[in-house]
């Protein structure tokens, strides 16, 4: 099991940048990928970004791709999220996900521990 705390959200405007964060801890070793994931209100949790651990390979879903950046810091066993050109549809609870195997990596069935979520609120 890997335990994840995201850190960083807050109330910004459209336009605006904000830097999410996510530390892992436990069984780290575990950890093949790592992604981000949003949920807004009456919506389904939705694939944002995830990072392949051992290469630095990313990959994004079209809705943030050119907006956001997705980051690792192995020995601090920490991603992060770089969100710039913020706009109010980016509004939503914000988590990140461990997997411990590469595979279906774009889907919420790809991964195997979560972390409690950290909201974004963007203001037109």
């Known amino acids: 099991q890997v335990q994840l705390v995201e850190s960083g959200g807050g109330l910004v405007q459209a336009g605006d940048s904000l830097r999410l964060s996510c530390a892992a801890s436990g069984r780290t070793s575990s950890i093949r990928a790592m992604g981000w994931f949003r949920q807004a209100p009456g919506k389904e949790r939705e694939f944002v970004a995830f990072i392949i651990w051992s290469t630095g390979g990313t990959y994004y879903a079209d809705s943030v791709k050119g907006r956001f950046t997705i980051s690792r810091d192995n020995a601090k066993n920490t991603v992060y999220l770089q969100m710039n050109s913020l706009k109010p549809e980016d509004t939503a609870v914000y988590y990140c996900?461990?997997?411990?195997?590469?595979?279906?990596?774009?889907?919420?069935?790809?991964?195997?521990?979560w972390g409690q979520g950290t909201q974004v609120t963007v203001s037109s």
């Open positions: 996900a461990v997997a411990a195997r590469l595979s279906r990596l774009g889907s919420r069935d790809g991964y195997d521990d």
